[in-house]
């Protein structure tokens, strides 16, 4: 496994989550990462991504707002703080890392962790 995602759970709406991603085994401090998420019966959605750096950050118009990425290139972890969380959340959220840089296309994205379900109850 290259990247480890945890955190998720089943929270209630207006709850807030504190997803991680750490790598093991190589280093992607120098790459961009995001987060995408997959709801049960629909096509896998952007969420957010983070430069190398960190200087840069992109959001989905659903999360903007709600959602914060953040990444340490010294512990190679990218974190996902999810704020007033709605049911419409619910998802299996991944991780993913590109070399290529930031981007919201999931086929931009090389690695990818194994995900980990949010559930957010009405």
């Known amino acids: 496994v290259q990247l480890q995602a945890s955190g998720g759970g089943l929270v209630q709406a207006g709850d807030s989550l504190r997803l991680s991603c750490a790598a093991s085994?190589?280093?992607?401090?120098?790459?961009?990462k995001g987060w995408f998420r997959q709801a049960p019966g629909k096509e896998r959605e952007f969420v957010a991504a983070?430069?190398?750096?960190?200087?840069?950050?992109w959001y989905s118009d659903s999360v903007k707002g709600r959602f914060t990425i953040s990444r340490d290139n010294a512990k190679d972890t990218v974190i996902l703080q999810m704020n007033s969380l709605k049911p419409e959340d619910t998802a299996v959220y991944y991780c993913?890392?590109?070399?290529?840089?930031?981007?919201?296309?999931?086929?931009?994205?090389?690695?990818w962790g194994q995900g980990t379900l949010v559930t957010v109850s009405s």
């Open positions: 993913a890392a590109s070399r290529p840089g930031i981007s919201r296309l999931p086929n931009e994205y090389g690695y």
């Open positions: 983070i430069s190398w750096r960190g200087g840069t950050t």
């Open positions: 085994g190589r280093t992607f401090s120098t790459y961009a």
